[in-house]
């Protein structure tokens, strides 16, 4: 079991949404600091503020603007990471856009940031600063890789992507080698800002006018981050899971 306790993580798009949530959650279950990575200053203030209110601690912490498309200004938020805490144990790849206009700027948050994030951590970072013997890689799919999802194909290519790379790079024989566990969660509907880019500036019509079919309700990005941390913290290295309003499923291959 991945003990999340004295841990140090870095979150990417971790300003507001699900990445928020998985920064609160961790320090509940006594992470040591979390390390929020966002494009949106604003958010990136708020995000800090609402945490040190919340945890009555001002160490917890750390916001780092960065575009995670750009391979250069992701390395530099992982350098700032350990040249100010000496340590870092745990990556989630949560940053993430729905763009089906701009589809170069879609995959590259998207899919190529996952890659750059997991390899940066896998090859470079963790080897030297992991505090224990295992670290970990969360990566954030969404259900839609399973089915097609016509009003957004390149969206829903990006998340089937990190669902076949984390299978991949999380098999154990690539564990044995660098000791890091490596999951994806795939959320269902989760009530985020991401329900923003359903404009006109990010899909094309006629396919805009379907995806306001999209249920309002859903889980909080609370609810969620609480049950795919229970999730991470004793499933399998290269492993796929579902977790909806319905409950929490591994996705099993069977080819």
């Known amino acids: 079991m991945f003990d999340f306790k004295s841990k140090v993580a870095l979150i990417t798009g971790g300003a507001s ?11 509940r279950r006594e992470s040591k600091v979390v ?31 960065a575009d995670v498309s750009d391979k250069g200004q992701l390395q530099n938020a992982f350098d700032i990471v350990v040249n100010t805490y000496n340590q870092l144990d745990i990556l989630i790849n949560n940053a993430g856009i729905i763009q089906e206009r701009n589809w170069e700027k879609c995959i ?28 970990l890689i969360i990566n954030t799919a969404s259900k839609v890789a399973f089915y097609p999802a016509y009003p957004i194909p390149v969206y829903a290519a990006t998340k089937s992507g990190i669902v076949e790379f984390t299978r991949s790079v999380g098999d154990f024989h690539r564990y044995e080698i660098n000791n890091t566990k490596i999951i994806a969660i795939c959320p269902g509907h989760v009530c985020t800002s991401l329900v923003n880019f359903l404009t006109e500036d990010h899909i094309l019509e006629p396919y805009l006018s379907k995806t ?33 309003t319905e409950g929490c499923n591994e996705i099993k291959f069977h080819f």
Do not use: M
């Not at 899919?111 to 295992?134: D, R």
């Not at 859903?218 to 977790?243: C, H, K, M, Y």
């Open 108 to 135: 590259a948050i998207n899919f190529t940031a996952v890659i750059t994030g997991t390899f940066l951590a896998t090859e470079t970072y963790f080897p030297k600063y992991k505090s224990g013997s295992e670290s």
């Open 35 to 65: 390390a929020l990575v966002d494009i949106n200053h604003e958010n990136g203030k708020s995000a800090v503020t609402q945490i040190r209110s919340e945890f009555k601690r001002d160490d917890c912490v750390i916001f780092i603007k």
């Open 212 to 244: 306001r079919e999209v249920e309002e309700t859903g889980q909080t990005p609370e609810e969620f981050a609480r049950i795919a941390l229970d999730v991470v913290g004793n499933a399998p290295t290269g492993s796929i899971w579902t977790v909806t």
């Open 17 to 27: 949404g699900i990445g928020l949530a998985y920064a609160k959650e961790l320090l």
